[in-house]
């Protein structure tokens, strides 16, 4: 079946530093993928998608590339914010309406 | 209302009692999805509705959880005789139309604690 595996945390930045979030994945046919961002005591929202290999998804300074020779999805920003602190989720639909998350990464910027 | 709301945000429980939540959609979505978020797990799907379709329930984890939508809108998640490893945050979701890539916008969640 579809699955997503993205790196453990927490990822542990001081401001302004390069962020990269790595995520993989398994599926069957051309899925589309997904982050998506919890912000403290928030809901999840997207983040940023891309529908298919060699799309760039981006959004707020972040951005992922859709590779599909490495069926990767990784997450990266060039200077994070103590804002940017967050769990992040990498997603994928393949097929169908519902989709399968990876188990987040908790991203902690300091000052 | 402006987003999706789910109550109650909290919700402290004894092992073997029954449990209800609640998730309120965006107006005019058609498709609601309930997910859970265990500690150092990711999301699992549980149950999806699409209009007047059947529902999907092929993620619920047993015959304990069950799930209704009233009228197209409203949803109740409904766990019987709760278990300690059901302590978990629930989350609901919806979309416009529940189509592949569609955006799907999330509640804030239910905090389940079994003890």
């Known amino acids: 079946g579809d699955s997503v595996t993205q790196m453990e945390g927490p990822v542990t930045l001081s401001e302004e530093a390069f962020l990269t979030i790595n995520c993989t994945y398994t599926a069957t046919g051309y899925p589309s993928l997904f982050w998506y961002v919890q912000y403290p005591g928030e809901g999840l929202q997207l983040l940023l998608k891309?529908?298919?290999?060699?799309d760039k998804g981006s959004n707020k300074g972040f951005e992922a590339t859709y590779r599909k020779e490495t069926t990767s999805f990784h997450l990266e920003k060039g200077s994070v914010q103590v804002s940017d602190s967050a769990v992040y989720f990498c997603?994928?639909?393949?097929?169908?309406?519902?989709?399968?998350f990876g188990k987040g990464t908790m991203l902690l910027v300091s000052p | 209302g402006a987003g999706v709301s789910q109550s109650p945000s909290n919700k402290v429980t004894e092992k073997g009692k029954d449990v209800e939540l609640r998730c309120d959609p965006i107006?005019?979505?058609?498709?609601l999805y309930w997910y859970r978020q265990s500690l150092g797990q990711g999301l699992e799907f549980l149950i999806y509705?699409?209009?007047?379709?059947?529902?999907?329930k092929s993620g619920l984890p047993s015959d304990r959880f069950s799930a209704e939508r009233t009228g197209g809108s409203v949803s109740t998640l409904t766990i019987q005789r709760t278990q300690q490893e059901d302590s978990a945050v629930y989350l609901c979701?919806?979309?416009?139309?529940?189509?592949?890539?569609?955006?799907?916008?999330f509640g804030s969640g239910t905090q389940l604690s079994v003890l």
């Open positions: 891309a529908t298919k290999a060699d």
């Open positions: 509705f699409q209009g007047n379709s059947a529902p999907d």
């Open positions: 997603a994928l639909i393949s097929g169908y309406s519902t989709l399968t």
């Open positions: 979701a919806s979309s416009i139309q529940g189509q592949t890539n569609e955006k799907l916008f």
């Open positions: 107006s005019g979505h058609t498709a």
